[in-house]
């Protein structure tokens, strides 16, 4: 009979001992005497009770923390009137772009020591996996490893940022991956010289070359400290100035003005570049241009397969 074994049910189970935690029994603060609210941990910075990083790590640490903080406040933030899907584009873009950051500045402009790069893959700050796919030919702009996955798509196919602007119809050239918020990330040039897609692919400032505009602005600063250096030799030797000189001095008040915005110590965009003067300045470093050369970098698609190993000759 289920009603004379159910109080012996009863009792053998407040008998039984149990952990604290058990599913029976809710654990209590001692005291508030409230139970325990379960709360997810602080995030932590990458050096605080792990291994420390290495020396070179400060070079990239400011854009580091400045993207992690991006991506909390980006969490955070409502998503009333965005699809599903666009609610998660800035994971994905800031995954790319703090990635991107980090293997540019080792592979390409030789900023940081080979440990720091190493650390960062170790306490998975930055995607291996896509970078590893960018060393491969043809993968060189892949926005996230999503898009290349077939189990991800209707038939077995990719996403059509994968699908390059010259291969596109006129109705899908500003088509965007639904994940990813991606514009076109295939490499590649048409025979007409067109590009595959797009040198910023997600259009916003989480497509820009962040490494390439850190290097831009300690140019422009060690530019303005030479003129510095000059300007003061020219009046300790009291030279006059020509009209030329002073034409010239204009401009430079115009670019300074500039440089205060967006090229100085504190730059009101940010890490990112705030004026198209600095994004196109970066857009040609990542080009591997000067800034007065390569007029058609534009249609460049960026920074290629890092330098390859020279092979021994046996």
């Known amino acids: 009979n289920n009603n004379s074994t159910t109080p012996i049910i009863h009792a053998i189970i407040h008998a039984t001992p149990r952990p604290f935690n058990h599913p029976f029994k809710p654990s209590f603060n001692q005291a508030t005497n409230h139970p325990h609210q379960v709360t997810m941990p602080l995030p932590k910075r990458w050096h605080k009770n792990k291994k420390q990083p290495p020396p070179g790590f400060e070079i990239i ?29 800035p994971v994905h873009q800031i995954n790319y772009q703090k990635s991107r950051y980090v293997y540019d500045m080792y592979y390409h402009y030789k900023r940081i020591p080979k440990q ?9 700050l930055i995607d ?7 060393k491969k030919p043809g993968y060189e702009r892949l926005c996230s490893t999503y898009v290349i ?20 119809g006129p109705e899908q050239q500003t088509a965007q991956d639904p994940t990813t918020g991606c514009l076109g990330c295939a490499s590649g040039k048409s025979k007409k010289g067109k590009a595959a897609g797009p040198r910023n692919i997600f259009g916003n400032k989480y497509g820009q070359n962040l490494a390439a505009v850190q290097i831009a602005r300690e140019r422009r600063l060690e530019e303005q400290e030479k003129a510095r250096e000059l300007a003061k030799q020219k009046a300790a ?4 100035e020509t009209d030329d000189d002073s034409d010239d001095d204009d401009d430079d008040d ?38 007065d050369e390569n007029d058609d970098s534009d249609d460049d698609e960026g920074p290629s397969l890092p330098p390859a190993k020279k092979q021994k000759q046996g």
Request: glycine share 8%; with cysteine; aromatic share 8%.
């Open 61 to 89: 640490e400011p854009i580091l923390e400045a993207l992690e903080h991006e991506l909390r406040d980006k969490v955070k933030e409502s998503t009333t009137n965005k699809r599903k899907t666009e609610s998660m584009w």
């Open 116 to 124: 720091v790069y190493n650390y960062c893959i170790q306490q998975k």
């Open 128 to 134: 291996a996996a896509l970078i590893a796919k960018w």
């Open 149 to 168: 996955n077939p189990s991800n798509y209707k038939f077995g196919t990719t996403s059509i940022c994968r699908v390059p602007l010259y291969d596109r």
């Open 237 to 240: 030797e009291g030279e006059d």
């Open 254 to 291: 115009d670019d300074d003005d500039d440089s205060e915005d967006d090229y100085g110590p504190t730059p009101k965009a940010g890490i990112w570049a705030g004026s198209k003067k600095l994004e196109q300045q970066s857009e040609q470093i990542a080009g591997g241009g000067d800034d």
